[in-house]
């Protein structure tokens, strides 16, 4: 498949901002799986698509502060460090101009950005000269190997002095990240497991009281992680989707959830899978494992594009996709292009709000 055949024409003032006043006033598109024409309907009409005996499963990983914007040590440029995850010093290759890390540093793989040509050995500062950073190893694509030093605990300093990374495409002035409105919309009410730079953002339109009632009716929920990196915003830039390759996320299924879904499955239920997260982590271990869930943390590269055979998922929730990214390949794969695409059409039409804060779609 080409990858412009996933591309689709959207408004940029239909491009979500800012979250809807309340989490559970998302406008909701229900789209069948294979044939009957659309709805339109509000996130609280949920329980009405689901059956007693299904289940939900939610990524419960936690957005951390982890961009950092500081100087460098030896001029006074700016340089911003995105923390992407936590490393042992044993990944660090011994790059010609790095010294020993201190007792105490933290090795982390980072996005880097700087006007300058970054090499191992230099040196950022960051938190007013609370945390600092030394530059282990380029590794291309702006990622490079940093060890990290703080006076006091790292994740302390980051809550106080770290933005929450949110997506390119939302370009508000009136937010910084360290605080308000971010800081509490743009993290899900059962995150948990502190690790991702990104939300999964169909969990974001959950309260505590759709979950309860959805529970009363039968519909209860389990949950797996997959620590969100930033290659959920980095566009397709080859030509064949088959040329296109995932970075990888780290994730966990717990057992408590295998044996969760191995009992929806035994009483005749569904999986509904809340956001590409949740289907990716379940696909990737029903890949890996002749389509059981079983308990257990990896890696996932998994890239879902038709055409594809879904093993461990019956529907999802989901969110609008970008234009031409692999989330919108793995709808395809679930429902069909030319059909998601039409559903699209009509979404822009009605003027659904798009992308991380905007409306939802099922896909059942």
């Not at 101009?97 to 980072?110: F, N």
């Not at 990290?148 to 790292?154: D, F, M, Q, S």
Request: proline content about 7%; charged content about 20%; aromatic content about 6%.
């Amino acid at each position: 498949m080409l990858t412009s055949d996933l591309d689709y024409e959207l408004p940029p003032e239909l491009i979500a901002q800012e979250p809807p006043a309340t989490r559970a006033q998302a406008r909701l598109l229900v789209l069948p799986r294979t044939e009957g024409t659309w709805a339109h309907r509000r996130i609280t009409d949920l329980p009405q698509y689901v059956r007693p005996g299904d289940l939900l499963i939610l990524n419960d990983t936690r957005v951390f502060p982890a961009r950092l914007q500081g100087t460098w040590a030896d001029t006074p440029g700016a340089v911003e460090f995105l923390l992407i995850e936590p490393l042992a010093a044993s990944e660090a290759v011994e790059s010609v101009g790095a010294t020993k890390p201190p007792a105490g540093s933290e090795t982390w793989l980072c996005m880097c950005g700087s006007g300058r040509r970054v090499r191992p050995g230099l040196h950022a500062r960051f938190a007013g000269g609370r945390v600092t950073g030394e530059i282990r190893e380029a590794r291309g694509g702006g990622r490079v190997v940093a060890c990290l030093t703080a006076v006091r605990p790292l994740a302390e300093l980051l809550e106080e002095h770290g933005q929450v990374p949110v997506p390119p495409y939302i370009r508000r002035t009136h937010d910084d990240g360290r605080g308000g409105l971010d800081r509490t919309r743009y993290q899900t009410v059962f995150a948990r497991e502190r690790g991702a730079v990104a939300a999964p953002t169909a969990g974001l339109h959950f309260t505590p009281e759709l979950l309860a009632q959805l529970a009363a009716q039968g519909v209860p929920h389990a949950f797996v992680t997959l620590h969100v990196g930033p290659g959920t915003f980095q566009p397709v830039q080859v030509d064949q989707l088959d040329d296109h390759r995932m970075e990888s996320e780290r994730y966990t299924i717990t057992m408590a959830t295998a044996e969760a879904i191995a009992a929806c499955r035994a009483r005749g239920g569904r999986v509904v899978a809340v956001g590409s997260t949740s289907v990716r982590t379940l696909e990737t271990v029903a890949a890996r494992h002749g389509g059981a869930i079983v308990a257990g943390s990896g890696r996932s590269e998994l890239f879902i594009r038709p055409p594809y055979t879904f093993q461990a998922v019956d529907a999802i929730l989901t969110n609008f996709h970008l234009p031409r990214s692999t989330l919108l390949a793995m709808m395809a794969a679930f429902v069909g292009r030319e059909r998601l695409l039409a559903a699209y059409r009509e979404a822009v039409q009605q003027e659904y709000r798009f992308f991380s804060y905007g409306d939802a779609m099922l896909l059942a």
